[in-house]
């Protein structure tokens, strides 16, 4: 089972839960974003600095939810700094694939699609459990973020 579809299984209504769920995606996202920036950077410059902003996006994204959780006076400790992984930092670089040809650069964008899809996916039923107001219009403005995010990375595989 992946992380998405974990993610996507466990749903907690209460709004505490819920930011908390919300913001550890977009840790993975941010994460996400930054691998493949790294990936695309030796042959397309054009893509990495895409993704790049999109990891930007992601660190903006994450802002504005401790932000509201500062509000909310929710977990707020919890949020000061990016959760930490399981393995080694030279496991992560392991797992890093550098683009050198066309091929490998359609293969990572289509995994791009595909994870951000899944994104928009979990923001979507994100949605359908919300129950606060500044929650929801930070949910929706995420959703259409990544749906922005989607149609650039259909651009960019074109």
Same mark, same amino acid.
């Given at each position: 089972?992946?992380?998405?579809?974990?993610?996507?299984?466990?749903?907690?209504?209460?709004?505490?839960?819920?930011?908390?769920?919300?913001?550890?995606?977009?840790?993975?996202?941010?994460?996400?974003?930054?691998?493949?920036?790294?990936?695309?950077?030796?042959?397309?410059?054009?893509?990495?600095?895409?993704?790049?902003?999109?990891?930007? #996006?992601? !660190?903006?994204?994450?802002?504005?939810?401790? /932000?509201? @959780?500062? %509000?909310? =006076?929710? &977990? +707020?400790?919890?949020? #000061?700094? !990016?959760?930490?992984?399981?393995?080694?930092? /030279?496991? @992560?670089? %392991?797992? =890093?694939? &550098? +683009?050198?040809?066309?091929?490998?650069?359609?293969?990572?964008?289509?995994?791009?699609?595909?994870?951000?899809?899944?994104?928009?996916?979990?923001?979507?039923?994100?949605?359908?459990?919300?129950?606060?107001?500044?929650?929801?219009?930070?949910?929706?403005?995420?959703?259409?973020?990544?749906?922005?995010?989607?149609?650039?990375?259909?651009?960019?595989?074109?």
């Amino acid at each position: 089972m992946s992380a998405f579809s974990i993610a996507l299984a466990t749903h907690d209504p209460l709004p505490q839960g819920q930011l908390a769920q919300v913001c550890h995606h977009e840790y993975r996202e941010l994460r996400r974003h930054r691998s493949l920036a790294l990936s695309f950077l030796p042959s397309r410059q054009d893509i990495s600095m895409v993704m790049a902003l999109f990891g930007i #996006e992601s !660190e903006q994204r994450l802002l504005e939810l401790h /932000r509201l @959780a500062e %509000r909310m =006076q929710a &977990f +707020v400790d919890a949020w #000061e700094h !990016e959760p930490q992984r399981s393995g080694a930092p /030279r496991d @992560a670089f %392991r797992e =890093q694939v &550098f +683009v050198c040809d066309d091929d490998t650069a359609r293969v990572l964008l289509a995994r791009a699609h595909a994870d951000t899809s899944l994104s928009l996916h979990f923001y979507e039923s994100q949605l359908a459990i919300c129950c606060t107001l500044e929650m929801r219009t930070l949910l929706e403005r995420f959703r259409k973020q990544y749906r922005a995010a989607q149609r650039i990375i259909e651009e960019l595989a074109a």
